[in-house]
């Protein structure tokens, strides 16, 4: 069955840096790839999405990357600011919708 | 405005009685979901409905029923709770249900079943 796996459970990085998190995938070829963010006590919200035939998307300070060599996309935070710091999930599924699953997330912390 | 509701917020039962969770969505969607949310933060999903019609049944115990009065409403009934069942309950829609289109998540149902 798919897998999919988030780079490291936590990660702590200073205000200002890049924070750079992964989703890896197996036996899957997804169609799209999501990200979103979730807050404690709160549902998750969207943020990007990557098709299989974009290598790369930006909004604002975020960037995605989608490699399906690797089988992995890349989610880039520029200029990290503390309210960035939240758990960031990666989701995906095919063009029917069909196989949705959610990473375990990255629990973000950006430290002023 | 609240795009997806969810009642209740909070959730505190007994081992063996029923309850259900109650989910509306406002914003004009043909597909809502629910998902559930264990103690390690995992977010699996349980139940697509597309217009009214289940189209995704993952491996849920049957104790678990979702019904759709209608495209703007999906609600969850569980029978018999146990232990097991204590999580954060979310139910999410989205315009359709193929080729990526974003999900909007209500802010959660909190169970805990003692």
């Known amino acids: 069955s798919q897998k999919i796996e988030q780079n490291s459970e936590a990660l702590n990085i200073q205000e200002g840096k890049t924070a750079t998190l992964t989703c890896n995938y197996t036996?899957?070829?997804?169609?799209?790839l999501q990200w979103y963010r979730q807050d404690p006590g709160r549902g998750p919200v969207f943020l990007l999405l990557?098709?299989?035939?974009?290598k790369e998307k930006r909004k604002e300070r975020l960037k995605v990357t989608f490699d399906t060599t690797l089988k992995q996309s890349l989610f880039h935070i520029t200029a990290s600011q503390p309210a960035d710091s939240a758990t960031y999930l990666c989701?995906?599924?095919?063009?029917?919708?069909?196989?949705?699953?959610f990473g375990p997330g990255t629990r973000l912390s950006v430290l002023p | 405005d609240t795009a997806v509701s969810q009642t209740p917020k909070y959730l505190v039962t007994q081992m063996g009685n029923d309850k259900s969770i109650k989910c509306e969505q406002n914003?004009?969607?043909?597909?809502m979901y629910w998902y559930k949310q264990d103690s390690k933060k995992f977010l699996k999903i349980m139940f697509s409905?597309?217009?009214?019609?289940?189209?995704i049944n993952e491996t849920v115990p049957n104790r678990f029923s979702p019904k759709s009065p209608d495209k703007a409403h999906l609600n969850l009934h569980i029978n018999s709770l146990e232990l097991g069942d204590s999580a954060v309950y979310f139910c999410?829609?989205?315009?359709?249900?193929?080729?990526?289109?974003?999900?909007?998540f209500g802010p959660g149902t909190r169970l805990l079943v003692l």
């Open positions: 999410a829609s989205s315009q359709d249900v193929r080729g990526g289109e974003t999900q909007y």
């Open positions: 036996n899957y070829s997804p169609a799209y």
């Open positions: 990557i098709r299989e035939n974009e």
């Open positions: 989701a995906t599924a095919d063009n029917y919708g069909q196989n949705f699953v």
């Open positions: 914003l004009g969607h043909d597909t």
């Open positions: 409905y597309n217009n009214k019609e289940l189209i």
